[in-house]
């Protein structure tokens, strides 16, 4: 029998893990107690039950009808972080937020960007998040994975092909920490850019209602918000999901939306603008779950 010494929660509402606070029940969610312990409770599963990896649900919709299988919670739970043979070393339930300033506190530059996206280490790697013309990858040296079998792995940053917002890994394994290139820097100037780049994010995006960052991918030479508020849908509301009236690629939960709410919101952004300028966007949010 494997050993688990983390924390499994039966019938969890994911709407208390997701940004966007909606989603139905997930059977069970577990909250590690480390790296060995995600692989402990890998290999404890039934080698059919589907399993989700959730940080902090910043870039993710849980459908009303919940999730079926298991979820385990990373936020927090692998928050481990340091300097690691001159490399910063964060676990990926550690924020990206925390990294940026972290890496300014120990004279590094590069990772200052991080502070802009409101996600885990673990969805940045996933997603190569990135703002500001700067990406996650850009300043990764090698990661640590677990796969379905509960296999622990260290793999290089070119065993991976990675681009704008995807990257190619292999099936059924997950992050479980990463190492960052980050040169010395002036802990000041970093610390400064740091701070500008959160006034500019306050001043652009709709921080006070939940919403899950950008809806969509920007399309080659083009942004999805020019597209989106030139196709008049800028404040376009369907139940309580409206398009943010301060930034275009976002959807906001203006206090009553459910899941289908967003979903079908997301849709009718897709068509709108398919039909007026015949292009496809690309859903940068992933959905999981059932339908109610």
């Not at 850019?193 to 959160?198: E, P, S, V, W, Y």
């Amino acid at each position: 029998m494997v050993l688990t010494q983390g924390t499994l929660l039966m019938n969890e509402p994911m709407a208390r893990y997701t940004s966007w606070r909606v989603g139905g029940i997930a059977d069970k969610a577990y909250v590690p107690a480390g790296l060995e312990d995600v692989a402990a409770f890998l290999q404890s599963l039934d080698k059919d039950e589907p399993v989700y990896f959730v940080g902090l649900g910043s870039n993710l919709l849980v459908r009303d009808g919940g999730v079926r299988g298991t979820v385990i919670l990373m936020h927090n739970a692998l928050a481990d972080m340091g300097m690691v043979d001159n490399k910063l070393y964060a676990e990926s339930g550690v924020t990206c937020s925390k990294v940026a300033k972290f890496s300014a506190k120990q004279h590094r530059h590069g990772a200052e960007f991080l502070a802009g996206i409101p996600g885990t280490i673990g969805g940045a790697l996933a997603m190569n998040a990135g703002c500001y013309d700067a990406e996650t990858w850009d300043v990764v040296n090698k990661v640590m994975t677990v796969d379905r079998q509960g296999v622990i792995r260290s793999r290089n940053k070119s065993e991976y092909r990675v681009s704008y917002r995807h990257v190619e890994m292999p099936a059924e394994e997950w992050f479980l920490a990463a190492w960052f290139d980050l040169p010395e820097g002036d802990m000041n100037e970093a610390e400064r850019k740091i701070k500008a780049l959160l006034v500019k994010r306050l001043a652009t995006q709709p921080l006070n209602l939940p919403n899950a960052g950008s809806t969509f991918r920007n399309p080659e030479g083009d942004y999805a918000a020019r597209l989106i508020e030139a196709s008049g849908l800028k404040g376009y509301v369907m139940g309580g999901a409206q398009v943010s009236e301060k930034h275009a690629n976002f959807i906001v939960n203006l206090g009553t939306a459910t899941a289908l709410d967003i979903e079908l919101l997301i849709r009718h952004m897709q068509e709108t603008v398919m039909d007026k300028f015949g292009i496809a966007l690309q859903q940068e949010v992933r959905v999981i779950g059932e339908y109610a």
